[in-house]
Structure formats: C-alpha cells, structure tokens
C-alpha cells in the first residue's frame, strides 16, 4: 500500500502563486510516475500535471501550460506543483496520485494510489 501526503493548499489571489508538496512512502518503485488531479466544483475531474519518476519525464494539461510545473526531489520523496499566475479557475481540490505502471493526462483515469487531497482557492 502506497500513503501519499499532501500539503501546501490554501488561499491566494488572482495572479498569486502556491506550491503544492507530495510525500510518497513508495516513491522508489520502478516505473512509476505521480501527477496532480484537481477536482472543481461542478467540473470534471482534470489530471493537470504528470510525472515520470523514473526519468523525470513531464506532462502538463494544456489549460495550464506556462503557468503550473511538476517536479520531484529524490532526496525528499517529494513531488511538487508549482502554480503561478493563479486564476480563479483553478480553485479546487488537488489530489496527488500515483500509479506503478501509466499514468495518463487526458481523460478521468482510475489511478492506483490517491492523497486525500489540499484545497485551493484563488480570489479575484
């Protein structure tokens, strides 16, 4: 069983930034790869950023490029969402999830593992 921890979620205006963090308890395991799904009211859930652990291989959702990064630090089993130019629309919940074998970008795939998730709230 793999727990993932997020933090770093809260309040931030229009235009503003926030990093998210993800600890993994199995962040080793190979070919694995991580991402960030967020959750928004009335919306459909959206994989925003994706994460190949292995050789740090990236994915990014086009509704947030240029403005959120994904990245990892070994040394932390950590994953990380770095958000810039906040718009209102990102507000939501963010679940950090992991899979030990596919982790796609598009559509509402069913990953392995789930964090509980870190709101987010931007205000104009």
């Known amino acids: 069983q793999v727990q993932l921890a997020e933090s770093g979620g809260g309040s931030a205006q229009a235009g503003g930034s926030l990093t998210l963090s993800c600890v993994s308890s199995?962040?080793?395991?190979?070919?694995?790869?991580m991402g960030w799904v967020r959750q928004a009211p009335g919306k459909e859930r959206e994989t925003v950023a994706i994460?190949?652990?292995?050789?740090?291989?990236?994915s990014v959702a086009d509704s947030v490029q240029g403005r959120l990064t994904i990245s990892q630090d070994n040394a932390k089993n950590t994953v990380y969402l770095g958000m810039n130019d906040l718009k209102v629309e990102d507000t939501g919940l963010y679940y950090c999830?992991?899979?030990?074998?596919?982790?796609?970008?598009?559509?509402?795939?069913?990953?392995?593992?789930w964090g509980q998730g870190t709101q987010v709230t931007v205000s104009s």
């Open positions: 994460i190949y652990l292995g050789g740090g291989i990236t």
């Open positions: 999830v992991q899979d030990m074998n596919y982790c796609p970008l598009t559509g509402t795939y069913d990953f392995a593992y």
């Open positions: 199995k962040f080793t395991a190979r070919g694995s790869c």
